[in-house]
């Protein structure tokens, strides 16, 4: 066992049942993913399409990658061949390329919406408002190749624990308003995607089901 793989089996044991755990490989090579992919680990996250498209054929193939970074509608395509979720879903344009380029596969591919729940103006995302307005303007016939599965959220960056927990609080409620007013009875619609390095604990007490993390696993990040 080495230290990636001893870090993914301590994390794993702090889990609940219900929240699954995503290594955040961004910045780190292929051997790093290699290393928790031998230690059993096979959910990884990345958020730069270039680098994806890099490490993909060098891995693996029954890894599942999700993409959790921005996410230019012209890129789409390179990555709908394989990835498994995408949760920066922000658009109702992002929304509708997602599911022709999964079309184009023969695919359906897991989408989460992104959430506004940070303080911070730099922060992507919908608001509450505009998640709704989204969700209304989708004609289910017209998107037969995405399927969205919940939301995704980041709480602001080094906030006080009462104010990250109050944003991850907010994020569940949304979750379940969104849950009982479109997709009642719809169980692919299960996913609150919350928790990096610094909050995942926080995180898991407010309900998480998919924790990303990165630094933690792998080391700080050379840029
Ligand atoms: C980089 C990143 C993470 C992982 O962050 P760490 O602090 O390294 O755990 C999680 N989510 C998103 C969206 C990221 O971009």
């Known amino acids: 066992m080495n230290n990636i793989c001893d870090t993914i089996v301590q ?4 889990l609940p049942e219900r929240t699954r755990l ?3 490989s961004k910045y780190h090579p292929a051997e790093a993913v290699r290393q928790a992919y031998e230690g059993g680990q096979r959910l990884f996250g990345e958020n730069i399409v270039q680098e994806l498209r890099k490490k993909q054929p060098e891995l693996p193939n029954d890894i599942e990658w999700h993409f959790i970074g921005t996410l230019q509608t012209n890129k789409v395509k390179y990555i709908a061949p394989y990835v498994s979720m995408i949760h920066s879903v922000d658009s109702l344009k992002l929304l509708q390329e997602i599911d022709q380029a999964a079309r184009k596969c023969n695919r359906i591919i897991d989408c989460l ?3 506004r729940i940070a303080k911070e103006e730099t922060k992507h995302g919908l608001t509450p408002q505009s998640c709704k307005e989204l969700i209304e303007a989708m004609n289910p016939e ?3 190749q995405i399927r969205l599965c919940g939301v995704m959220g980041m709480a602001t960056f ?3 624990e009462k104010e ?3 944003e991850f609080a907010a994020l569940r409620h949304f979750f379940e308003e969104l849950k009982t007013a479109y997709f009642k009875g719809n169980e692919a619609f299960k996913e609150i995607s919350m928790g990096m390095s610094d909050d995942y604990k926080i995180a898991i ?9 990165g630094t933690s696993i792998f080391g700080e990040r050379v840029y």
């Open 113 to 115: 919406l992104e959430i």
């Open 164 to 166: 990250t927990h109050r």
């Open 22 to 24: 995503i290594a955040v």
């Open 205 to 213: 007490e407010e309900g998480s089901t998919l924790v990303r993390i």
């Open 142 to 144: 017209g998107l037969q």
């Open 158 to 160: 080094n906030a006080d």
């Open 11 to 14: 994390i794993k044991a702090e």
